[in-house]
T-cell receptor
């Protein structure tokens, strides 16, 4: 399967713990995006990378959130000191760098539940 | 901040009916996309519209981009239960970021 893969698919943690999600994009895609989605809502932008450079980060993203894409391939999203409000689906998407409107290819998401 | 609004938020119709959902913004985007998302999966692209006034058809789905490139509509003819899902519009910024609306949740009853 050459699609976007995310791991883990589900994570249950206690408040205050740290969690890390991994995303493996489609191999030839330069851009990688992280979104957060709560039930019944659209995806909320968190951050995106072009190769290893983090080009944009949402102002809504607190200092507890950090993302990396060290070699321009896979990416990790870490949430420190989790809070119940962090419970959501975390979606990763990749896109080829193209001159026109690109397309986002999404993974199936990592669902986080903070108890 | 670029925001997208979608209406209606929820729509429940009988199989065979027609429907239209709307996406509106106060901002201009380089293009606008529509995605459909099913439970437990990520969104999947349906269409991209780029030019103001553009109309695209995809089988029973018709997409329109407003002349000012701030709004769009999705019309489904003769809806089927397989059309059930969350329909999301996304504005593509000139910096190649994607801003999503809150979605319209469609339920087509057999």
């Amino acid at each position: 399967d050459t699609g976007v893969s995310q791991d883990p698919r589900h994570k249950i943690t206690k408040r205050g713990q740290n969690v890390t999600f991994r995303c493996d994009p489609i191999s030839e895609h330069n851009r990688l995006y992280w979104y957060r989605q709560t039930l019944g809502q659209g995806p909320e932008f968190l951050t995106y990378f072009q190769n290893e450079a983090q080009l944009e980060k949402s102002r809504l993203l607190s200092d507890r959130f950090s993302a990396e894409r060290p070699k321009g391939s896979f990416s990790t999203l870490e949430i420190q000191r989790t809070e119940q409000g962090d419970s959501a689906m975390y979606l990763c998407a990749s896109s080829p760098l193209a001159g026109g409107a690109g397309e986002l290819f999404f993974g199936e998401g990592s669902r986080l539940t903070v108890l | 901040t670029q925001l997208l609004e979608q209406s209606p938020q929820f729509l429940s119709i009988q199989e065979g009916e027609n429907l239209t959902v709307y996406c509106n913004s106060s901002s201009v985007f380089s293009s606008l996309q529509w995605y459909r998302q099913e439970p437990g999966e990520g969104p999947v692209l349906l269409v991209t519209v780029v030019t103001g006034g553009e109309v695209k058809k995809l089988k029973r789905l018709t997409f329109q981009f407003g002349d000012a490139r701030k709004d769009s509509s999705l019309h489904i003819t003769a809806a089927q239960p397989g059309d059930t899902g969350l329909y999301l519009c996304a504005g593509v910024t000139y910096g190649q970021n994607f801003v999503f609306g809150p979605g319209t949740r469609l339920s087509v009853l057999p």
